[in-house]
Nanobody, 113 residues
Framework: QVQLVESGGGLVQPGGSLRLSCVASGSIFRIYAMGWYRQASGKQRELVAVISSDGTQNYADSVNGRFTISRDNAKNTVYLQMNSLKPEDTAVYYC???????WGKGTLVTVSS
């Protein structure tokens, strides 16, 4: 059984930074693409960033240039470094493994002064 556990959310001021982590268990991590989604209150869940097994990254236009997705296969962990945060980045952030459609429970990021 695959489990994804996110951490690193919290309250940050506009312009600040946070790093989210997602630890995966239950399968061979390095061979799978991984992604981050977010869902703001009253809105649909949206893709933020995805990283393939070979490290290729893709980003939503709204975060491109501010967020960086990375992975550490030795630690079975995928990260989302978020810089220059804006109030509109406020959302619950979810870790996702597309193969098998596995989801974490999410971590809340609040950007507010």
């Amino acid at each position: 059984q695959v489990q994804l556990v996110e951490s690193g959310g919290g309250l940050v001021q506009p312009g600040g930074s946070l790093r989210l982590s997602c630890v995966a268990s239950g399968s061979i991590f390095r061979i799978y693409a991984m992604g981050w989604y977010r869902q703001a209150s009253g809105k649909q869940r949206e893709l933020v960033a995805v990283i393939s097994s070979d490290g290729t990254q893709n980003y939503a236009d709204s975060v491109n240039g501010r967020f960086t997705i990375s992975r550490d296969n030795a630690k079975n962990t995928v990260y989302l470094q978020m810089n220059s945060l804006k109030p509109e980045d406020t959302a619950v952030y979810y870790c996702h493994r597309p193969f098998g459609d596995y989801w974490g429970k999410g971590t809340l990021v609040t950007v507010s002064s």
